[in-house]
């Protein structure tokens, strides 16, 4: 079995998940247009790498993540990416 990968790496959108997703998909839909069956997006892919982490971590079930499971699922792509998330003590 054969597993085509893709690195993604793109302009995040510094603090500012609702662009880094934008970018996001266009990634991702170049990387499925490239028959990859995975993505891997850049570590903290939706807030840039920030010394602010706890400012803007989500839980599971948060936008951001919300966000990449849709392109994901809609891409039928399986996608790793890097974002801050609370932990169950700051839930």
């Known amino acids: 079995m054969t597993i085509r990968v893709a690195l993604g790496e ?3 959108g510094w603090h500012d998940p609702v662009t880094s ?4 998909a266009e990634v991702i839909a170049k990387a499925r247009e490239g028959g990859a069956d995975l993505g891997v ?6 807030t840039g790498f920030t010394m602010e982490a706890e400012r803007w ?3 599971l079930d948060g936008p951001s993540v919300a966000g990449l499971a849709r392109l994901a699922r ?11 998330t609370l932990g169950e ?3």
């Open 57 to 59: 971590a989500e839980s």
């Open 10 to 12: 793109y302009d995040i």
């Open 41 to 46: 997006l850049p570590e903290m892919c939706t």
């Open 21 to 24: 997703l934008a970018r996001a």
């Open 89 to 91: 003590e700051d839930r």
């Open 74 to 84: 809609e891409s039928s792509i399986h996608l790793i990416a890097g974002v801050a």
